[in-house]
Structures are given as structure tokens and as C-alpha cells.
């Protein structure tokens, strides 16, 4: 059963434009969220996370909106450079149950057409 | 850039031999992760180490082990590899565990045949 759902494999956005990326979740016990950036032959790149507490943090170009009631959580990159080119997961983490597991989605590949 | 480097990069071995893929930190954290990555599936949790010689088991741990010796080291040993082992292997670190952002290694590819 997978607890963290990146529904959408692919997206392309043209260059200066917003990209949207969702992640969906089932696991209400989730309460931190990470996002990471692949590019490949390479490890993933920590991104820019947010603790159920927050429903929003914003990091240059890069935020990422919590819903909590939907389960639902999205990064939003504006203006988009065809550098951002790259595989995004989303992640997410039960701290409370001492659980040292990230729980990732299976990715989204953006691609960023000049 | 978090300070982790695994070796080998790339490994290319033959079914029923066994392998140690290695991860090195200089962060000095506590916490050890390996991952494998496969398509369709994202990044899965094979072990983790919480301290020098403490290690638990993680989603995808059958037909592996770890040892962890020293805070700067994570050996992860494919006992007799088998073709479903064939993926590339992250290892990540972090400083104190649940609730918090992992740095990730840059990746060893192994192909078992």
C-alpha cells in the first residue's frame, strides 16, 4: 500500500513559468514533509521541507504548501529555469513514533523547455 | 554538500556472490541510512544505524546486513547476491533522527548477473 503518492510521472512547463508538483499521503501520523530534487547518476538533493505545524514555507523559488485536512501537499517553483530540469520526490516521516523512515513517492520528472 | 561518499560507484558481480557496498561520512552524524532505488518504486529503506553498532531493519532489509563500526562508516553486505539486488543503492545521514531532513550519498549502481 503506498502511503505516498505522486501521481503525475512527468510534467513539462515552459521556462519562466510556475511548476506545480503534488503529493498525496495516507498515513495521518505523517507530520514532516520533504521535498528532494535528482538529477541523473546522482543522490537526491534536499530541497526544501515543512513540519505539519506550518501550511506553507517558502524557500527563493522555491514553497511548498501543506493541506493537512486534504492530505495534501505540493511545491510550487516560480519562476521555473530549465536548470530545475529533474526527478522531484516527495517524502514524508512519522516523528513521533520514533520511526527514522522517510517514506517516499516514486517521483515526478519535470522537465523545464527553454 | 553534506560530506558522504560511497564506494564503489558502479559494481557489476555474478548471482550467488557477496558484495559490501560502502558509505563514508565526515559530518560526523549519528544516523546511517542505506536506501535502494528501483523504478516504480521511489526510495526504499533497506537498514539504518543509530550509533556505533546499533542497527535496526528497514522495509527492505531480507538478503541484507549492515555493520557499522565507527561513526564514519556504513558497510552494507549483499550476502549472496541475487538479479532482484540489481538497483542503485543511497546511502544518507542525518544528525539526530526522526523529524528531520537526510543528506544523500551519490549513489553506487550495482548490476547483478
Known amino acids: 500500500d503506498q502511503q505516498v503518492k505522486q501521481n503525475s510521472p512527468s510534467l513539462s512547463v515552459q521556462e519562466g513559468r510556475i511548476s506545480i508538483l503534488n503529493c498525496d499521503y495516507t498515513n495521518s501520523m505523517f507530520d514532516y514533509f520533504l521535498w528532494y530534487k535528482k538529477y541523473p547518476a546522482e543522490g537526491p538533493t534536499f530541497l526544501i521541507s515543512?513540519?505539519?505545524?506550518?501550511d506553507k514555507n517558502e524557500d527563493g523559488r522555491f514553497t511548498v504548501f501543506l493541506n493537512k485536512s486534504a492530505k495534501h501537499l505540493s511545491l510550487h517553483i516560480v519562476p521555473s529555469q530549465p536548470g530545475d530540469s529533474a526527478v522531484y520526490f516527495c517524502a514524508a516521516s512519522n516523528s513521533g513514533a520514533g520511526s527514522y523512515q522517510l517514506t517516499f513517492g516514486k517521483g515526478t520528472k519535470l522537465s523545464v523547455i527553454p | 554538500d553534506a560530506g558522504i561518499t560511497q564506494s564503489p560507484r558502479h559494481k557489476v558481480t555474478e548471482t550467488g556472490t557477496p558484495v559490501t557496498l560502502r558509505c563514508h561520512q565526515t559530518e560526523n552524524h549519528r544516523y546511517m541510512y542505506w536506501y535502494r532505488q528501483d523504478p516504480g518504486h521511489g526510495l526504499r529503506l533497506i537498514h539504518y544505524?543509530?550509533?556505533?553498532?546499533?542497527?535496526d531493519k528497514g522495509e527492505v532489509s531480507d538478503g541484507y546486513s549492515v555493520s557499522r563500526s565507527k561513526t564514519e562508516d556504513f558497510l552494507l553486505t549483499l550476502e549472496s547476491a541475487t538479479s532482484s539486488q540489481t538497483s542503485v543503492y543511497f546511502c544518507?545521514?542525518?544528525?539526530?533522527?526522526?523529524?528531520?531532513?537526510?543528506?544523500f550519498g551519490p549513489g553506487t549502481r550495482l548490476l547483478v548477473l
Open positions: 515543512i513540519s505539519s505545524i506550518k
Open positions: 544505524s543509530y550509533g556505533v553498532k546499533d542497527t
Open positions: 544518507a545521514i542525518s544528525e539526530t533522527g526522526t523529524g528531520e531532513t537526510q543528506y
